[in-house]
């Protein structure tokens, strides 16, 4: 019995020790910067992968000199055949700055960042133009796809031929003595 309460009392305090650490997740890390001046706030754009590829996720920090308290903002995303706009929200890992959380560009092509801040200082509205974006890294999406099944159909030849070797052998009748 002791042995027991010994092994559950070491494993709850191991858990107490060690779930801060596994809860914590990685700060944003900030590869490349571009500056924007949009009226009298400039913004500092942060990339944590640089270049930009299609289709491949990253982080933006948004960072308006004296700080994002009594401010709001909009940004609007002209991409390739698409654009949309959303409210610049806090980043959910660097949360003294505006932000997108791992985030992808879906075609290559030129994007424009446009920002719309309003705050103590009035409107102000500035573009990051053009953001090129580059081609998908690795190989085609088709080819990957195609690739990454090839152990999925063994697999399945692997069990067909076992069933099929397994349900003949039981359907065979043994030989009494």
Do not use: N
């Not at 801060?20 to 990685?26: D, L, Q, S």
């Not at 910067?33 to 754009?45: D, F, L, M, N, S």
């Not at 002209?78 to 610049?88: I, K, Y």
């Amino acid at each position: 019995m002791r042995r027991v309460v010994t092994v559950l009392v070491t494993t709850a305090a191991l858990l107490a020790v060690t779930a801060p650490v596994a809860g914590a997740y990685e700060p944003v890390e900030i590869v490349h910067t571009e500056k924007v001046q949009a009226g009298p706030y400039p913004i500092v754009i942060g990339f944590s992968t640089w270049p930009v590829r299609a289709m491949q996720s990253l982080d933006f920090t948004f960072a308006v000199d004296g700080g994002v308290d009594g401010k709001t903002g909009v940004l609007a995303i002209t991409a390739p055949g698409d654009s949309w706009r959303e409210p610049l929200a806090r980043h959910p890992r660097k949360r003294d700055v505006w932000g997108l959380d791992v985030r992808a560009m879906q075609r290559p092509g030129d994007y424009t960042l446009t920002f719309r801040v309003d705050g103590p200082l009035g409107h102000g509205e500035g573009a990051l133009t053009p953001l090129r974006v580059l081609d998908q890294p690795g190989p085609p999406m088709a080819l990957s796809w195609g690739i990454s099944t090839l152990p999925l159909l063994g697999l399945i030849a692997f069990l067909a031929i076992a069933w099929r070797r397994t349900r003949r052998r039981l359907s065979v009748p043994t030989p009494s003595r």
